[in-house]
């Protein structure tokens, strides 16, 4: 006997509005309190190395001899205490921020660059080229690569320049690998398939399917390779190989500071607190994108 | 025939960031000595996840409630020595994948032996010779060269055939095959079926069958079982049930069903629309907004499961055939 | 096996062969360097070059001389120290690296897995959350902020430990260095190793081993143990690589007398010969212990061992 049909909408529990790959994405990552806080904490970092420079009570390369090896001092604006040239370490160490952090983005884009072209080619061409391309990739990585940097820095001088393709050029490997994995999967999903099927253009393809896909762990690398980088950097000017006079970063306060540290305490302690917070931060927010962005990494 | 197992209002949650999962919901079932029952359902109907929570392997965000009696014996709630005690020793489970299912770093010797030393207390030599006659009793050649070999080394048939060995080394009292035939090709799958029912016929187990393929049950099980969105919609003896379904749900299986015997002119019957989100509430009967013969109070109320005779029994307003 | 085996050494020969040729040629283009066609250098000096770096013949040809004498294990003269050869040099300093090296790796491996594992078993309780918060820090502090910060510590103010030196390379010398060296690794072990581990355990064939009745202490000990290891292991490689980089700065730090000290005195200084032999040896160590790491992989993998 036919009755009524109850309409689907009446009764059916709906899934919730399907939500897209990104916003499923950004709601996870909104909930991973850890990498939200360091967010917060980075931004308050960079905030305070781009500001902090300009509206410090002393400048960050002042000197002045009569307040040598200060210790903090917050009535004379000495926040930080002083270093043993009479200069401000609370402006220094902002100041140094502008420079690693700008070295750890600048780096890593020029990472991002190559890793992503040489692998996206990598896997996009296949075949043979794929494997020898990817057997530089095997052989280079196998390389002490921060021997050669420091030989570079020694022999070539200490162009800025010099410096940011060198990192930049240590740490595109892994970023190669990833993206030709990406493409190299990508290239043989269906829906790839269906769109050359459908007669979509490959620059279509390429920018419509391949890149939002690859964006994800590209993001996520990219995140994690600028604290990398920033310790590369720190490490290499704590060997006096670095960032020069009168421009300094965390690594070269650092480097000052370790030779102090039996006198003068606070020259250590206010560059390795933030050069270790950053890092935190952005080791934190890298691990909370890629919970993010595939959670059955987790 | 006396009853070994016997499930009572077996309710299973899962906690998940986006809020709670029944897939099991309020589940009476008995299996009676001997006794072979196919449990049948899609995937998500709750049916792995039944037998999972009998045996205390749902994972770390499932909860089970309810109970389930082995021998008069809570196992619900069980913990530790007590339950180990049961498991592979009185009741048995094989899964599905023999691939991800088998330990690959483990010789399949040591994965067979091990059941016998932790269970029997038998010695190593021992051991090794009941594995080897076990491994010959599921038909697999050449039995004590592959004592030796790893997973890998061997094809799909025979890993389960090998899951299948270890789970009766044991000697259990009932054994529970969770998809045994689903990750296997259809010519293995016939040959895995015909394992089964020689074990059946051999060691007398009771046996619970769980799969989302008819054509399985058919040949193997005493009895059938159907769920549906972590609930049992319906229950009988085999060839009653297969003649002469009483719920819709089982009927539109049945339908969907590709028949060798028809002249291949009709079209199959897919269900319309898509099991339910077992995220919310489900209010009324989770089959309705599925059901061709759905009506008014399918909606409000969940139906009962209820005795249509003996031996037989369904979750409907409108059962009947 | 074996065909594995072969196919990793032949790969570590290329590898090794890029270093020198790196090397050799970074340092014949360095501008102020010995080499260079510029410098106006004093007659007797350059005769000398001359002679000793055969500078008359073709390039190519004068590779193939320092190639053949790296063979031989003869990296040249040191520029600095006139006496010494830099092979004598490297030498000298091995012995001691090699302890604060292999101290560290061990320290990393041993204590990395078992903090990993134990992080593992208790997921989410507070020695997870301890453990995990543990790496975390080793992971973010550079191992160059972590020496002078753990010597301040133990060193100066608690006066336990001395502040520097070597000596005979006993426990309350080494201590301070091969535990600021090891902290970064043990922190990434015990990250990976705790990974592994969750995931090994949340796998299919745990689930069987417990289906099984087997009791916990063998499930976890026989059946999760091997699968979780074998990315640790993997990772054992570039972490000794890590380890003998950081090994430079540690050395530094604390006026340790190994290679990492003549490396960095020898870029400083423009020993253009001792830095160049420090670079192929370490290379070449680095090579070997990520060999060595792979062929105990393939030994521990079923499937690359039998096949």
Known sequence: MAEARLETGDLLATRPAGRGLWADAWARLRRNRAAVGSAILLGAIALASIVGPEVAPHGYDAISWDQVGVAPDLAGGYYFGTDDNGRDMFARTLFAGRVSLTIGLAATLVSLAIGVAWGAAAGYLGGRVDAAMMRFVDILYAMPFLFFVILLMVYFGRDPLLMFVALGAVSWLDMARIVRGQTLSLKRREFIEAAVAAGTRRRAIITRHIVPNCLGPVIVYATLTVPQIILLESFLSFLGLGVQEPMTSWGVLISEGARQVETAWWQLIFPSLFLATTLFCLNFIGDGLRDALDPKDR | ?321 | MLGYTIRRMAGAVPTLFLVIVVSFFMMRLAPGGPFDKERVAPPEIRANLERVYHLDEPLWRQFLRYLGDVAQGDFGPSFKYKDFSVTQLIWQGFPVSLQLGGAAIVLAAVLGIVLGALAALNQNRPLDVAVMAGAMTGIAIPNFVLAPLLTLVLGVYLSWLPVGGWGDGGLRQAFLPVVALALPQVAYVARLARGSMIEVLGSNYIRTARAKGLPEHLTVARHALKGALLPVVSYLGPATAAIITGSVVIEQIFGIPGIGRYFVQGALNRDYTLVMGTVIFYGALIILANLIVDLVYGLLDPKVRYD
């Open chain 2, 1 to 321: 025939m006396s009853v070994i197992l016997e499930i009572a209002g077996l309710t299973t949650r899962f906690t998940t960031p986006d809020g709670e999962v029944a897939a099991v919901s309020d589940v009476d079932l008995v299996l009676g000595e001997g006794e072979t029952v196919g449990v049948v359902g899609e995937s998500g109907s709750g049916k792995s996840q039944l037998f999972l929570s009998v045996l205390g392997l749902l994972a770390r965000n499932g909860q089970a409630r309810g109970s389930a009696r082995f021998r008069g014996q809570e196992l619900i709630g069980l913990q530790g020595r007590e339950l180990r005690r049961l498991r592979g020793r009185r009741l048995a489970m094989i899964f599905q994948d023999p691939m991800t299912a088998l330990n690959p770093h483990l010789t399949v010797g040591r994965q067979l032996t091990e059941v016998l030393a932790v269970h029997h207390g038998l010695g190593a030599s021992e051991a090794r010779a009941r594995a080897i006659a076990m491994l010959e009793r599921v038909r697999i050649p050449d039995a004590s060269r592959r004592l030796g070999t790893y997973p890998h080394e061997l094809s799909g048939g025979m890993r389960q055939r090998v899951m299948i060995a270890m789970a009766l080394l044991g000697e259990p009292d009932v054994l529970i095959a969770d998809e045994p035939t689903t990750a296997l090709d259809v010519t293995v799958q016939a040959q895995i079926l015909d394992v089964l029912r020689e074990v059946k016929a051999e060691f007398g187990v009771a046996t619970v069958l769980i799969t989302h393929d008819l054509g399985v049950v058919a040949g193997l099980c005493d009895r059938v079982v159907v769920m549906y969105a972590g609930r049992i919609v319906e229950e009988g003896q085999v060839d009653l049930l297969f003649s002469a379904p009483a719920h819709p749900y089982t009927r539109a299986l049945l339908g969907a069903l590709p028949r060798v015997d028809t002249d291949g002119s009709g079209e199959l019957v897919a269900i319309p629309g898509q099991p339910p989100n077992l995220q919310r509430a489900i209010r009324g009967c989770a089959f309705a907004p599925r059901c061709p013969v759905a009506e008014g109070r399918c909606g409000a109320e969940r139906p009962p499961f209820a005795a249509l005779g003996p031996g037989r029994a369904a979750a409907c307003f409108k059962a009947g055939p």
